[in-house]
C-alpha cells in the first residue's frame, strides 16, 4: 500500500488557494476518515461508579433547587471523546437525575427521544402525553421523540433515575430542539402495561385491524415483569446461551424506539461471557449484582447501580463475580439506528 501524500507535502500558497475557495484535499485525511479495518474510536471503556454520582448527585439536590435547574442531571460524559460534549458514546447521553419529594421538573417535549431506567427510591412518576408511569426500581419508561413527559414527586425521600437520550445524534443533525408547556391533564386509567399491553402475544385486536394507532403503544415495561422474564427464560435455554432479552413494541416486534435499543441481560451465579463483537456502540447499566468487565482490554469492577460506556466494534467479555445470586444488566445500544443506516454488523 503506498503512503499518501501530506498536506506539509503541499505548497502552502496551493493550500491557502484552496482554503480560500472553502477546499481541501481529501488524500492527507483519507485515512482518518477510512481506517482500514477498524474504525478510530475516541470512545473509551469507562466506569462511573454510583457511589461517586450518588454522593455528588444529592449535592446538587441541596445546591441547586429544581427551579433553577428544569432537571437536576449529572451528565456521565465519556473522557475520550471530551467532556463538555456529553457523550457516553458517539450516539448515547446518559444523565442521572435527581427529584426531590414535592419537586415537579416540568412539562416539555423535544426532538431527541429519551428513556428513564429508574435506579433508587420510591414515589415518583413521570407523565407522558397524560398517561401517568409510576417509577420503580428497575422500571423502563419511555418519552419517545415529540411527546409531553413531566416528572413529579409526591412520595418521600430522593428518587433517582438513569435517563438514556438520542442526543448527541439529533444534536449534530442540528435538530434538536424543545417546546415547554402547561401541566399535562391525566388519565386515570393505569398505564397500558396494566391495562392494555399486560401480556406478551396479546394486543388489542382492534390495533391489529386498523395498522393504525399510536407509534410507541407501551411506554413503560415494570421491571417486575423483565425480572421474572428473565428467570423463566434462563430456566429453560442452554446453559450456553445468553439470558439477553429484547424490550420491543408489542404491536410490532420492532425495538421500542428509532435510533436507541434496549435489553436486559441476566448473568447466572458466577456465568462469565463473551459478548458478540458488533458495529454498536453501547451502556451497560448494573441493575443489580456485582461483576468485572474487560473492554478492549480496560478492567472494569461494576456494582449495583454502576454504569460503563461499550466503544464501537469492542472486545467485551463480563462476569457475574457472586456463586449464589444473578446479576443483571440493562443495556443501551444504537443498533437500530445502524441497522436502519444499513452498516449494522456482528463479527
Ligand atoms: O427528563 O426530560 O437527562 O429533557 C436531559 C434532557 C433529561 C428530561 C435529561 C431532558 C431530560
Not at 471530551?82 to 448515547?92: D, K, N, R, Y
Not at 444523565?95 to 428513564?116: W, Y
Amino acid at each position: 500500500m503506498s503512503e499518501l501524500g501530506t498536506l506539509e507535502g503541499l505548497p502552502k500558497e496551493y493550500v491557502k488557494g484552496l482554503a480560500d475557495r472553502n477546499l481541501v484535499p481529501l488524500w492527507p485525511s483519507l485515512r482518518q476518515v477510512l481506517p482500514y479495518g477498524i474504525p478510530s474510536r475516541r470512545t473509551v471503556p469507562v466506569n462511573w461508579r454510583y457511589k461517586d454520582i450518588r454522593d455528588n448527585l444529592l449535592r446538587a439536590g441541596d445546591l441547586t433547587p429544581i427551579e433553577k435547574a428544569e432537571r437536576r442531571v449529572l451528565v456521565l460524559s465519556n473522557p475520550g471523546i471530551g467532556l463538555e460534549s456529553m457523550q457516553a458514546t458517539p450516539s448515547i447521553y446518559i444523565g442521572m437525575q435527581l427529584i426531590l419529594p414535592g419537586e415537579t421538573a416540568p412539562n416539555h417535549k423535544h426532538s431527541p427521544s429519551a428513556v428513564r431506567f429508574v435506579v433508587e427510591g420510591e414515589g415518583a412518576k413521570t407523565i407522558v402525553n397524560g398517561e401517568v408511569c409510576p417509577m420503580e426500581k428497575g422500571d423502563l419508561i419511555l418519552t419517545p421523540s415529540g411527546l409531553w413527559h413531566e416528572h413529579v414527586h409526591t412520595g418521600h425521600g430522593p428518587v433517582v433515575w438513569l435517563d438514556a437520550l438520542d442526543l448527541p445524534l439529533v444534536y449534530a443533525l442540528e435538530a434538536s430542539y424543545c417546546i415547554e408547556g402547561e401541566s399535562q391533564p391525566v388519565s386515570n386509567r393505569p398505564d397500558a402495561s396494566q391495562t392494555t399491553y399486560t401480556k406478551a402475544g396479546l394486543v388489542p385486536s382492534s390495533v391489529i385491524r386498523k395498522r393504525g394507532g399510536s407509534d410507541y403503544p407501551l411506554l413503560r415495561f415494570p421491571w417486575r415483569d423483565v425480572s421474572v422474564a428473565l428467570q423463566d427464560y434462563a430456566s429453560v435455554v442452554d446453559k450456553d446461551e445468553l439470558v439477553q432479552l429484547a424490550y420491543v413494541n408489542p404491536t410490532t416486534g420492532q425495538p421500542c424506539l428509532p435510533i436507541l435499543g434496549f435489553s436486559a441481560i441476566m448473568l447466572r451465579p458466577g456465568e462469565e461471557r463473551t459478548l458478540t463483537r458488533r458495529s454498536a456502540s453501547a451502556v451497560l447499566h448494573v441493575q443489580s449484582g456485582k461483576g468485572t468487565a474487560l473492554i478492549d482490554g480496560a478492567e472494569l469492577d461494576w456494582d449495583e447501580s454502576d454504569t460503563m460506556a461499550v466503544p464501537t466494534h469492542a472486545n467485551v467479555q463480563i462476569a457475574n463475580s457472586s456463586t449464589s445470586e444473578p446479576a443483571y444488566l440493562f443495556v443501551v445500544d444504537d443498533a437500530p439506528m445502524q441497522q436502519k443506516l444499513g452498516f449494522y454488523e456482528e463479527f
